[in-house]
């Protein structure tokens, strides 16, 4: 069955000849955590129940996405593990032909508990957010408690083969910069890998973001003096970051630049929302509804359509520099992947 998708059906394929493999789908916009530079305390005006998009639904655009050439899944959010029975969409998504990689990313919060029935649907790998190693400070970055259950969740993925795991850390001035070192020692006794984030702008957090932003140079700078680092391989997958090791190390360290330009050039990636509309690029107001032509009775093949057609204005590249705003859109969900 695969080799027949993989013979017959032309892969997706940009206006920039950048192969589109992967795709990013949000199962709900809701979070259990208010990350201070994610959403605001009071939330964000949610989407309305009815059109978030069904198990059925997501697994029909990930059929149609994997029948041209789409191969790797990643579940996020919001955070994803507060969707009931999320383990019923892994089974049903591993089970489309063509896809190999399903990966998840979450705030830990309600992984030890899933960790286990996760895996036997068939997810492979994910990602922790984790931008702190004390609770105090946890509390204040998330604006809720919970850095005990975030640990316990990594250390379910570990058990139940969830791995490798990468954790990924935003990297703050003055709220968690000065736990870089404590983070990158860490991937010399563990097989972690940790990823620092540049915090990017979103709406939400304008003037935190301007003044709290580290470049990923200086993080790596600071690491060095730790020991030497040597580039490695990313392990397992795709994604953005410049991955780097210590001699002997089980773990890596990587950071991840999404304001550089070159993190654009190998973008292999498109999203879909919770609410069924594909987005083309981290910033950018650009998107497409798939949710209209799928219960309006487009069946794959319409949706097969809708994602060749919108290679054409999939950007080269996102226009966004430091300090400016991205406009008015959220750059949810795109990042650490
Ligand atoms: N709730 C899940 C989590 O926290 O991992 C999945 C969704 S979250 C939006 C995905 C990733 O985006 C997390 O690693 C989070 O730290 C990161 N993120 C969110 N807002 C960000 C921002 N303004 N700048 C940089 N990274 C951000
Ligand atoms: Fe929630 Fe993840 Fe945003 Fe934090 S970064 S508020 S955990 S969605």
Redesign the pocket.
């Known amino acids: 069955m695969i080799d027949l998708i993989e013979t017959v059906a032309e892969p997706l394929v940009d206006a920039f000849r950048r192969p589109i493999t992967y795709l990013r789908v949000?199962v709900t916009d809701r979070?259990n955590?208010r990350?201070v530079?994610?959403?605001p305390e009071a939330g964000l005006p949610w989407i309305a129940k009815p059109d978030i998009l069904t198990f059925e639904e997501i697994t029909a655009i990930v059929g149609a996405a994997a029948s041209i050439g789409v191969r790797s899944i990643r579940l996020?959010?919001?955070?994803?593990l507060i969707r009931r029975d999320l383990e019923r969409l892994v089974a049903m998504i591993a089970a489309v032909p063509g896809i190999d990689d399903i990966a998840l990313?979450?705030?830990?919060l309600l992984l030890e508990a899933q960790a286990p029935a996760l895996a036997a649907a068939g997810l492979r790998r994910v990602?922790?957010?984790l931008?702190t190693l004390h609770a105090d400070r946890f509390t204040a970055i998330a604006r809720r408690p919970g850095l005990d259950r975030v640990l316990a969740g990594i250390d379910a993925a570990v058990a139940h083969g969830l791995t490798p795991v990468k954790i990924?850390?935003?990297v703050m001035r003055g709220a968690n910069d000065d736990e870089i070192e404590a983070f990158a020692a860490l991937t010399r006794e563990r097989a972690v890998h940790i990823r620092f984030?540049?915090?990017?702008?979103?709406v939400?957090?304008v003037e935190m973001?301007r003044d709290a932003w580290v470049s990923s140079d200086e993080v790596l700078a600071r690491m060095n003096v730790l020991g030497e680092l040597r580039p490695v391989p990313n392990p397992h997958g795709n994604g953005p970051a410049r991955t780097f090791a210590y001699d002997g190390a089980p773990g890596t360290v990587g950071v991840i630049s999404?304001l550089a330009h070159d993190y654009c050039e190998t973008c292999n990636r498109v999203r879909l929302s919770a609410d069924g509309h594909l987005k083309l690029c981290l910033f950018g107001d650009n998107h497409i509804d798939l949710r209209t032509p799928l219960r309006t009775g487009g069946g794959e093949e319409a949706i097969v359509e809708i994602l060749r057609a919108s290679m054409h204005v999939k950007p080269e590249r996102h226009f966004l520099d430091l300090g400016q705003t991205a406009s008015a859109m959220r750059?949810?969900?795109?990042?650490?992947g």
Do not use: K, R
Not at 76 to 80: A, I, L, R, V
Not at 105 to 108: E, I
Not at 197 to 202: A, D, G, K, L, S
Not at 331 to 336: N, P, Y
């Open positions: 949000s979070c955590l990350c530079y994610c959403m996020t959010g919001g955070e994803p990313s979450t705030n830990g990602n922790v957010s931008d990924n850390c935003v984030i540049e915090v990017m702008p979103v939400e957090n973001q999404p750059a949810f969900s795109e990042i650490g």
